[in-house]
């Protein structure tokens, strides 16, 4: 009965709200960065409501096209030339893309790489994507840089929320 309690308690300690998660606070930083960066490029950018939703940005660009971005703030695995978004989500920009012409963007801030990337899904991304273990993942080769270099002042404020 001991054990049971102790790792109970141990579990509801575990559990905080979403918002309050360390990984969803840093999302929420690398967000707010690429909205600054899509804006001082003279785009417009709107956002979503509160709750869930399958992007981020809907982005009207100078030719007034519009654009579909999801933000993701990790970096590329390691031991692969690729890096990939859970396969759910992969769905939904698909689905997405298949609707919207293919203007789907996904932004990368990759702190590891300190740099910011993007992936334009298309039809040539999706023949090359391939899932593992709830995973889909694309090759590096496909990305576009979009900072090459993130500033240190930027780099500091987005590592305060990395995992310790």
């Known amino acids: 009965m001991q054990i049971y309690a102790q790792v109970s308690h141990a579990a509801n300690i575990?559990?905080?709200?979403?918002?309050?998660l360390r990984t969803t606070k840093l999302?929420?930083?690398?967000?707010?960065?690429?909205?600054?960066?899509?804006?001082?490029?003279?785009l417009k950018v709107y956002k979503p409501g509160r709750g869930k939703h399958p992007i981020d940005f809907v982005?009207?660009?100078?030719?007034?096209?519009?654009?579909?971005?999801?933000?993701k703030t990790y970096p590329r695995r390691w031991a692969y030339n690729d890096t990939g978004v859970d396969t759910k989500d992969w769905?939904?920009?698909c689905n997405l893309a298949d609707a919207n012409a293919n203007r789907v963007l996904i932004y990368f801030v990759d702190l590891t790489e300190e740099s910011v990337y993007r992936f334009h899904l298309n039809d040539e991304l999706k023949a090359k994507a391939y899932e593992h273990v709830g995973k889909t993942y694309f090759p590096l080769a496909d990305r576009e840089m979009v900072i090459r270099q993130?500033?240190?002042?930027?780099?500091?404020a987005l590592r305060a929320f990395q995992d310790r």
């Open 14 to 20: 575990s559990k905080k709200p979403f918002r309050s």
């Open 91 to 93: 769905r939904k920009y």
């Open 59 to 71: 982005v009207i660009d100078k030719e007034s096209r519009v654009w579909l971005i999801d933000v």
């Open 27 to 42: 999302g929420t930083a690398g967000e707010k960065f690429i909205e600054r960066h899509l804006r001082a490029k003279g």
């Open 150 to 156: 993130i500033g240190p002042d930027s780099l500091k």
